[in-house]
């Protein structure tokens, strides 16, 4: 398993998770925290060695499998609404979505690694 810091590190190492500045400003975490938990993951052998943050392929399944645990435990609200009421969320959503975003919601500091 990972603890919440390693989680968040192994998800920016994917390059699909939030810019550190922003994890660490956001979230509340130390950049010793963050440095901590990347050298556990290193140890463990699941982020490369070096300044990068890059998975290794124990680290990419890790990931694949922590993102498929995800998945599972967060199928039953859709599975309930079912196809039509899965249709409209997501339109309801992508409208707030996009309102969220024109109105600053989602800094561009926020995003990348």
Known sequence: GLDPVESLVSHTATGKGMAIRWIL???GWRRTDWEA???RLRERGLLAA???LALTDA????????EEATDRMD???YEHLGAEGVERLTEL???????A????AFPAEATGR
């Open 37 to 39: 938990a990347s050298g």
């Open 50 to 52: 070096g300044e990068e």
């Open 101 to 104: 975003a024109a109105n600053g």
């Open 75 to 77: 199928r039953a609200p």
């Open 59 to 66: 680290g990419t399944a890790l990931r694949a499998e922590v």
């Open 93 to 99: 959503g992508r409208g707030f979505l996009f309102t």
């Open 25 to 27: 400003s956001s979230r």
